[in-house]
Antibody, heavy 115, light 107 residues
Framework: QVQLKESGPGLVQPSQTLSLTCTVS????????VHWVRQPPGKGLEWVGA???????DYNSALKSRLSISRDTSKSQVFLKMNSLQTEDTAIYFC?????????WGQGVMVTVSS | DIQMTQSPASLSASPEEIVTITCQAS??????LAWYQQKPGKSPQLLIY???SLADGIPSRFSGSRSGTQYSLKISRLQVEDTGIYYC?????????FGAGTKLELK
């Protein structure tokens, strides 16, 4: 069955780089896109960016200068890297599969930006 | 960026009631609209896609409609398990944007 699971450090210091991994199973990264969505504690959802089935990427313009999304199809993994982290980047980060719509989601990983 | 104005922010209703949540898009997005339900500590779940299509496994008491750039989610015969926060999402153009959410509680 389709599954996605996020992993990464729970705590990151301000100005440092966040690295997250989304490991997927039950579908191919070359036939589906994977998106990242984040949710600050107690707040709403924000689309972060995507890697499409062909390998191209799209980013939220508000984050574009700090963001990179890549993948390793042999390992069924998608990677998110975001630099120059600030406290406002504290959030749950979800990865989600998309076939036009975000139909399967990971459980999310809580990332806290704090010294 | 396309703004999605969602209302109401919160809603309290009794079991078996009918409730409606709306999202107003700041520009034409066609049918590129989905609805999600999120329960505390969980990831969002797709309810409706393409404005009016019911996602797999979702009860038929959930329905979506569109009138121009206004989109609605209707829940008929409200059940206790329908509590949660509901979000709309536009997937017409980058950046994809969510509504601010509607918190649904049962009386």
């Amino acid at each position: 069955q389709v599954q996605l699971k996020e992993s990464g450090p729970g705590l990151v210091q301000p100005s440092q780089t966040l690295s997250l991994t989304c490991t997927v199973s039950g579908f191919s990264l070359t036939s589906n896109s994977v998106h990242w969505v984040r949710q600050p504690p107690g707040k709403g959802l924000e689309w972060v960016g995507a890697i499409w089935s062909g390998g191209s990427t799209d980013y939220n313009s508000a984050l574009k200068s700090r963001l990179s999304i890549s993948r390793d199809t042999s390992k069924s993994q998608v990677f998110l890297k975001m630099n120059s982290l600030q406290t406002e980047d504290t959030a749950i980060y979800f990865c989600t599969r998309s076939r036009n719509w975000f139909d399967y989601w990971g459980q999310g990983v809580m990332v806290t930006v704090s010294s | 960026d396309i703004q999605m104005t969602q209302s109401p922010a919160s809603l309290s209703a009794s079991p078996e009631e009918i409730v409606t949540i709306t999202c107003q898009a700041s520009q034409d997005i066609g049918n590129w609209l989905a609805w999600y339900q999120q329960k505390p500590g969980k990831s969002p779940q797709l309810l409706i896609y393409s404005a009016t299509s019911l996602a797999d496994g979702i009860p038929s008491r959930f329905s979506g409609s569109r009138s121009g750039t206004q989109y609605s989610l209707k829940i008929s015969r409200l059940q206790v398990e329908d509590t949660g926060i509901y979000y709309c999402l536009q997937r017409y153009s980058n950046p994809y944007t969510f509504g601010a959410g509607t918190k649904l509680e049962l009386k």
